[in-house]
């Protein structure tokens, strides 16, 4: 059964740096195509990062430059580097991955929070 | 960038009740569409893939069409575990979500 599990949310001052990781079981993070997704409060739904298999990443322009995506050091898991941190970062994150199509989202974990605030 | 609008962005019915959301494509997304259901607290859940396929698991009250750039997602006899927030999302070029539908049980 595949499950994913964020951690690593919390308060960060503005301008200041956090790291999510999703830890995932029933599949190989390595071979598959994962996405980090968040929601602002009041917002929708927003792609953040994605890393293919092939380990090619892209990024919203809202993050670029700013976020980095890479898998961890276990096979299982994906992590998110996130620095320069803004108020508008302030969201849920989400992890989740591509079985079938890429960019249809099979399996998502239920969420981390990062609050951006002094 | 492929923007999708998603209506209504609250419905309350009953249980039993037949009830449908409609999503509308700003461009061509071919059958690239895909709901999920959201509930607090839990992870999202795809439930329909490429416009009318139903996700493996998923109960068959669930069902998607499709009209040119229009889906709809509809459940045919709302459940009380049905209250949860429902999401369109295109996959055609990268991928865009609606705003969400709130789904109330009166």
């Known amino acids: 059964e595949v499950h994913l599990v964020e951690s690593g949310g919390g308060l960060v001052q503005p301008g200041g740096s956090l790291r999510l990781s999703c830890a995932t079981s029933?599949?190989?993070?390595?071979?598959?195509?994962m996405i980090w997704v968040r929601q602002a409060p009041g917002r929708g739904l927003e792609w953040v990062s994605v890393?293919?298999?092939?380990?090619?990443?892209y990024y919203a322009d809202s993050v670029k430059g700013r976020f980095t995506i890479s898998r961890g050091n276990s096979k299982n898991t994906l992590d998110l580097q996130m620095s320069s941190l803004r108020a508008e970062d302030t969201a849920i994150y989400y992890c989740?991955?591509?079985?079938?199509?890429?960019?249809?989202?099979?399996?998502w974990g239920q969420g981390t929070l990062v609050t951006v605030s002094s | 960038d492929i923007q999708m609008t998603q209506s209504p962005s609250t419905l309350s019915a009953s249980v039993g009740d037949r009830v449908t959301i409609t999503c509308r494509a700003s461009?061509?997304?071919?059958?690239?569409l895909a709901w999920y259901q959201k509930k607090p607290g839990k992870a999202p859940k795809l439930l329909i893939y490429?416009?009318?396929n139903l996700e493996i698991g998923v109960p068959s009250r669930f069902s998607g069409s499709a009209s040119g750039t229009e889906f709809r997602l509809t459940i045919s006899s709302l459940q009380p575990e049905d209250s949860a927030i429902y999401y369109c999302?295109?996959?055609?070029?990268?991928?865009?979500f609606g705003q969400g539908t709130k789904v109330e049980i009166k």
């Open positions: 989740a991955r591509s079985k079938t199509q890429l960019w249809l989202l099979n399996s």
């Open positions: 029933g599949f190989t993070v390595s071979s598959s195509f």
């Open positions: 890393i293919y298999s092939d380990g090619s990443t």
């Open positions: 461009q061509s997304i071919s059958s690239w």
């Open positions: 490429k416009a009318s």
């Open positions: 999302q295109q996959y055609s070029s990268y991928l865009t």
